[in-house]
């Protein structure tokens, strides 16, 4: 039995038998638009360091206000995320604020940055915003993350503007995760604006192009995109154009294929958080993206328990700061989640 | 006129009637088969961090001794590198030895993982053992590059056995980059081996591939390749998927192709070094890579004048630790070749 330690252990893993509710994978195909660019692509040079044209100005078309000198077309949100904190270290940076639970990657971006994490904790899922600002005037940006994965909550607007007014008036880079902006069930998105945001989006979740890599940067700071530029010239160079093709397609593709996947992803959240609540887990209803926080003794335990012995992938909450918990993706169609949640009951059951 | 700090200002430019001596970046195609795959292919889902395994397990084909576990798939050569230098970095290193002339990503990647870089300068083209070895024993790791960008010279079989002895006996890493091995014009590539080497290298100068970013490091040091597969885990998760299906289609080509490529490579580079030997600038013939060297005095003012004056790219020595010459990349055309030296001579006798 190998020790898992982190999430790479099951990215990517298929076994027969096997259900995940692991990585934020969905299963539903991309638009079908986004093949139909393949069989006549015969391009092969560099791309622009930045992002191939078309794709920026047609995403330039989706943010009022931008054009696409705004943007940098990334090795999904997670390159867009590197080369933002890499940014700011370069400049001088030593602290980043984050809530906590927290998409794993951010304290260990920040670290790698050689930048030390700052932690404030989300009260049932909500930043609090005192305690956020008390700590982000130490702190050299934030990184906030609404939807958040993997707590499933959306930051009311109140909350969304304070923030946005805190990055003006210190003057500080807030990063802004969005990557699930399209997978909200309860309200509306918030788009934040100002000269230290750092809006951070991918077609991962919106397009469920995952495998592809294709993310972004948007960002009306200058000497920010032009800098990081410059880094991403020396640290990958252009993201891959053929994924950059296939993203360009996909935002040409009807705006209805967002639509009616939200509407399947709210039916799979309401089968999986039923499904939780019926075992008797303590959880909260999630307003957005495809993760539930469930709270469970030893975590780390119980996951390798559920994928050794039952087939079961889910995630230790202690990669997300969330101690006692574990996180279920529900990113698989409905008779896998109940399929799962069976499992889950066994395994409870062989456990009293 | 917009000054140009950069490579990224060149790459991926296309302008009616330019020349580019600039990027390295092939003008021949890839493999037919690099495209065979694309009209049927579907897959969406993240791939392993580590890389696909067909992919992994073709590569480790060519390399005897290795298995698909010692491979990771990157973004291109410098995804590989950045890899290599922050795993370094993040276990206390200080300090990586470069030779100059060098890649210009070198020295900004090692600052941007908080290291220092430390020179050691080639004569004609050559790695000078005795300072090398002087100068690594006081650093963290070395960073060597045979055929070399941007001098085109291959490192004789003794150098590189010592540079490998040096490695295993001070313990320390090597980090060998090959992107050009199969484009060598005078003698065989030598494999370099032991516990502390690294061997990067990419798809994109050997089957002209550069739009598409799929490079690789290779190393038989177990702990290098998980902890690195767990740095990309965090900065960018899988390579494109598509691009390593593309990849894996190149290396199951007929291996003619690598030969028939050399072989235009080889007319080309007599075509450029003849022509500039004409001009009466002083370089050195190529040994391999698509590189020439030339003395130019005050070579930013010259590539300004180039480009804005007469339509032509070349690249400032000064980003490669070359003051006072001149970078001239030859991967185009005998024809292209021709006409950018004209312009090279109009502009020379437009300063007499």
Same sequence: chains 1, 2.
């Avoid at 015969?42 to 696409?68: C, M, W």
């Avoid at 990958?236 to 154009?241: A, E, G, K, P, V």
């Avoid at 992938?313 to 918990?325: E, I, M, R």
Wanted: hydrophobic content about 35%; aromatic content about 12%; charged content about 30%.
């Amino acid at each position: 039995m190998q020790q898992i330690t982190s999430p790479a252990f099951f990215i990517g893993r298929e076994e027969k038998g096997l259900i995940s509710f692991g990585s934020g994978q969905p299963d539903l195909p991309p638009p079908k638009e986004v093949f139909k660019v393949l069989p006549h692509y015969h391009a092969f040079r560099y791309g622009l360091v930045q992002g191939q044209i078309n794709l920026r100005e047609d995403l330039s078309k989706e943010y009022p206000g931008s054009t696409k000198d705004d943007f940098i077309i990334t090795n999904g949100a997670s390159e867009a995320l590197d080369l933002s904190i890499r940014y700011i270290a370069k400049h001088g940076g030593k602290k980043i604020l984050i809530h906590r639970p927290y998409y794993y990657a951010y304290p260990k971006l920040v670290e790698l940055a050689g930048m030390k994490p700052v932690f404030t904790e989300l009260v049932a899922g909500k930043i609090d915003i005192g305690d956020f600002e008390e700590k982000f005037k130490q702190c050299d940006g934030a990184i906030i993350n609404s939807p958040c994965n993997p707590a499933g909550t959306v930051q009311d607007h109140s909350i969304m503007r304070a923030i946005e007014k805190l990055s003006r008036d210190l003057n500080k880079f807030v990063i802004s995760d969005e990557v699930y902006k399209d997978i909200i069930y309860v309200k509306n998105k918030y788009q934040m604006k100002g000269q230290k945001i750092i809006r951070v989006d991918s077609f991962s979740k919106t397009y469920d192009m995952t495998g592809y890599r294709v993310g972004y940067i948007y960002s009306k700071n200058k000497e920010l995109i032009q800098d990081a530029i410059n880094i991403k010239n020396v640290t990958s160079l252009n993201t891959s154009i053929i994924a950059q093709q296939m993203a360009h397609a996909a935002l040409k593709a009807p705006k209805k294929y967002i639509k009616e996947h939200l509407k399947i992803w709210k039916e799979r959240r309401d089968v999986m958080y039923e499904g939780l609540v019926d075992l008797g887990l303590e959880t909260w209803k999630p307003e957005g993206a495809f993760y539930i926080l469930a709270s469970m003794k030893n975590p780390t335990k119980v996951m390798h328990d559920l994928y050794y012995k039952h087939k079961l992938v889910v995630y230790d909450g202690n990669w997300f700061g969330a101690p006692d918990k574990i996180r279920f993706s529900y990113a698989v169609d409905s008779e896998k989640i109940k399929e799962g949640l069976k499992r889950v009951k066994k395994y409870l059951e062989s456990k009293k």
